[in-house]
Each structure stands twice: as C-alpha cells, then as structure tokens.
C-alpha cells in the first residue's frame, strides 16, 4: 500500500540509506511477515518476482548494518532477519524467540520481551546483541 510504502522510505532514509526498489521491496516483506525469516525464505518469497539471491542479501546485509533490521541466531546455524522494532530511546527491547525443535518453525513472542535498560547491563544487552531463546514443540507439532 502506498501509505505503508512512504513509512517505509521514510524509514530507510532516516537510517541513512538510498531508497532503491530493493530496500522497499525487503523492508515490505519484513513486515508483514510474523517471526523472523532466512534469506532462503526470502528468496522463496521473492525471487519468482524477478529478485536474484545476490541483490537480497546484500540489501538484507545493508539493512541491518542500518540498524533496521537485525540477525536473529536461534542456534541452528541460520541466520534468520527481522525488523527491529521501532522503540524509544532509553530502552532496548530484546523478545525471546521461540523454535520448534520438530519442524523448525521460529515465532517471535513479542509479549514476553524484556526492556534492558541502556546503562548498567553487559555492553552487548544494551546493544541488542543478544539472543533468548525458547525451545520446545510449536502448537501443530504437539498435536500430533
Ligand atoms: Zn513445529
Ligand atoms: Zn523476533
């Protein structure tokens, strides 16, 4: 939608970035995407569009050195991306996220996330360099 596009490059510039189709297009895609996603699922999602796998990395790598979005490691060696919430400044929120151990499957839960305050923690909490995580069986795997 054309609102949600002039968010979006709002966005984009105010991290100091050129807004190109590429940047718009994988900054579309993360947010209406729940949970964090690989660069294999966004390929999956976007390369029928015409997108090669090269251009949607390089632009997922010069999101997040933007601090728009950020690298979430679930420890199963993918490295998955997601937005980084838009959030005031005293505060740095980290979500857990949650991985099926059967099918793979990670969620964020937003409404667990804690607000690690940006002085007095370990440098890399303040930074958001960290990761919580959950690990058990997702609701369609525990019905089986
Ligand atoms: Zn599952
Ligand atoms: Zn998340």
Known sequence: ????????????????????????????????VEGPVSHAEVNASLTGDGWDRATLYRNLIALTEAGLLRRVDVGDHVWRFERVPESNHAHVEHHPHFLCTACGDVACLPELAIQAPASAVPRALAAGQVSIQLRGLCDECIAI
């Open 1 to 32: 939608m054309a609102a949600d596009d002039d968010a979006l490059k709002d966005l984009i510039r105010g991290a100091g970035l050129r807004v190109t189709r590429a940047r718009l297009t994988v900054m579309r895609l993360l947010s209406h």
